[in-house]
């Protein structure tokens, strides 16, 4: 039998490969990346993961934002608006905490099982 923090620590890189993927202008969400993983029940533990990832630069963690749109994730940038400049960096409207034209922007990540 696994032992917990080792099966938490393989799918945190397993998220982690999946944010590297997206490309530079979209976004994807936790569901979304919870689902390619085979795993989609846990939309939850992606987030934890993208919590855990802010030391990690080549992981960006701004591109992942909940089913709607909404930047549920900022609090955990350094900043206040950081998340949303970053997103706007990259030619993403954010009004309100919530991506303008999000399906135009959505990315969806292949199912990896």
Do not use: C
């Amino acid at each position: 039998m696994m032992n917990q923090p080792e099966k938490t620590d393989n799918f945190f890189e397993r998220v982690y490969k999946i944010v590297q993927q997206i490309p530079e202008g979209k976004v994807t969400s936790f569901g979304a990346i919870a689902k390619a993983l085979g795993a989609a029940r846990s939309a939850r533990m992606v987030g934890w993961a993208m919590n855990a990832s802010h030391n990690l630069e080549n992981v960006p963690a701004h591109r992942v934002v909940n089913r709607k749109g909404l930047l549920t994730g900022k609090h955990h940038f350094d900043g206040t608006n950081l998340m949303q400049q970053l997103l706007e960096n990259e030619g993403i409207k954010v009004v309100d905490n919530q991506i303008v034209d999000f399906e135009k922007h959505f990315w969806q990540p292949k199912i990896n099982g």
